[in-house]
């Protein structure tokens, strides 16, 4: 069964160190999305992309973050200036379209991010 | 706006009992509902979803809900639960047709115990 996948599963880094989160979404999929979800927190959106732009955006998604989808697979989220705050897992989503409807979004495993 | 409550963070059952998590929304337009279920250093996995068809949906390893419209919930059910279903169970819900954010609850972590 396709799924989403997730790398590097583990990222620890220094605040103030730009970090790259990389996701690779279901092949035929072509909608893309970025969550996080801090620890002991809920899950929140960050971000949505469609046709190599983004669709929608949250509070969130301030100026130190941007993706990207680089190639013809690969969907990432990159993050400038990580502050401490930033610590959370970051799940990346895909979605397809069947017969004009946008499908159920498909999660990926997460990356867990440590901003130390 | 959109918003999701799950009541209750914490519930732990009898293996074998019947469980129920509680899910109430706030939605301005029609929504299309989700649960997805997050077992131990796992990613999100959907358990079923709500899109406007029939309002008692059923899911994968035997869960299922049901729409209630009147009472803005979408609760989540199984009759007898297994060890397994450990696991931290999420609601969301999104706005019907297109592509749309989801909006999650905080979440019910369900323990099973012998």
């Known amino acids: 069964e396709p799924e989403v996948t997730q790398t590097p599963s583990h990222q620890v880094t220094q605040m103030g160190q730009e970090v790259i989160l990389r996701c690779v979404p279901i092949?035929?999929?072509?909608?893309f999305y970025w969550y996080r979800q801090i620890l002991g927190q809920k899950v929140e959106f960050l971000v949505s992309?469609?046709?190599?732009?983004?669709?929608?955006k949250s509070e969130i998604f301030d100026d130190q973050f941007s993706v990207e989808r680089p190639d013809g697979s690969n969907f990432t989220l990159k993050i400038r200036s990580t502050k401490l705050e930033d610590s959370a897992m970051y799940f990346c989503?895909?979605?397809?379209?069947?017969?004009?409807?946008?499908?159920?979004?498909?999660f990926g495993p997460g990356t867990r991010l440590l901003v130390l | 706006a959109q918003s999701v409550t799950q009541l209750g963070s914490h519930v732990s059952v009898s293996e074998g009992a019947l469980v129920l998590l509680r899910c109430n929304y706030s939605?301005?337009?029609?929504?299309?509902l989700f649960w997805y279920v997050q077992y131990p250093n796992q990613g999100l996995q959907l358990l079923l979803k709500?899109?406007?068809?029939?309002?008692l949906v059923k899911g994968i390893n035997g869960f299922e809900a049901e729409f209630n419209k009147s009472q803005t919930s979408f609760h989540l059910r199984k009759p007898s639960v297994h060890i397994s279903d450990t696991a931290e169970y999420f609601c969301a819900v999104t706005r019907s047709g297109g592509y749309n954010k989801l909006i999650f609850g905080a979440g019910t972590r369900l323990a099973v115990h012998p």
């Open positions: 992309f469609y046709n190599n732009e983004i669709s929608e």
């Open positions: 709500y899109t406007s068809a029939a309002t």
């Open positions: 989503a895909s979605s397809g379209v069947t017969q004009g409807v946008v499908e159920t979004q498909y």
């Open positions: 092949s035929n999929h072509l909608y």
């Open positions: 939605s301005s337009v029609p929504p299309y």
